[in-house]
């Protein structure tokens, strides 16, 4: 009667939760949705309240990319927190990285990183959560457009149960 479109679907318990998600957050919640995070060097699968990211060749650096804009306005985050466990065929300790870029500028490189370490190769299948201060990080400002998580370079595997820039005061 007043002309607005609806649409019913047995999904839409989904869709509710799409439009509620908090930018900045991927928490991995809905079994084979990977919350726009795509790889080639590595399968991923969504399930059981987590992203699973399997290398899925010999290529020793696994990476895993947000297939849509971030659009994170960097002054409004003061903190990258990340859960998970991984396993990876390594000599050493590798540090996770997340590459970014923005919107004015748009290549990614290692000056515009944030860096986890690791505590160890294996973690055993026990759960870690990282969380480090993005407010001290130069190339951390103005509108963050593409993000590129590299869990190590390895072989491996690695359960990411949310990837969460945190809010607060600048």
């Given amino acids: 009667q007043s002309g607005a479109a609806v649409i019913e679907t047995h999904e839409k318990a989904y869709f509710d939760s799409i439009a509620s998600r908090t930018k900045g957050h991927w928490d991995f919640e809905t079994a084979g949705d990977n919350e726009g995070w795509i790889s080639t060097f590595m399968n ?16 020793k650096d696994p990476t895993l990319n947000l297939s ?11 903190a990258l927190e990340i859960r998970c466990r991984y396993k ?7 540090p996770m990285v997340l590459y970014f870029t923005t919107d004015r500028e748009t290549k990614m490189d290692e000056a515009k990183t944030l860096r986890v370490h690791l505590k160890s190769t294996d973690s055993k299948g026990e759960w870690e959560t990282y969380r480090i201060d993005i407010t001290k990080v130069e190339t951390w400002r103005n509108t963050i457009m593409d993000l590129r998580l590299d869990p190590f370079n390895a072989v491996g595997s690695m359960d990411i149960d949310y990837i969460r820039f945190i809010e607060g005061e600048n």
């Fill in 44 to 59: 991923l699968a969504t399930w059981e309240g987590a992203l699973s990211a399997v290398s899925n060749s010999t290529h």
């Fill in 68 to 78: 849509s804009k971030a659009n994170l306005k960097a002054m409004n985050y003061v």
């Fill in 88 to 94: 990876y065929d390594a000599d050493k300790v590798h």
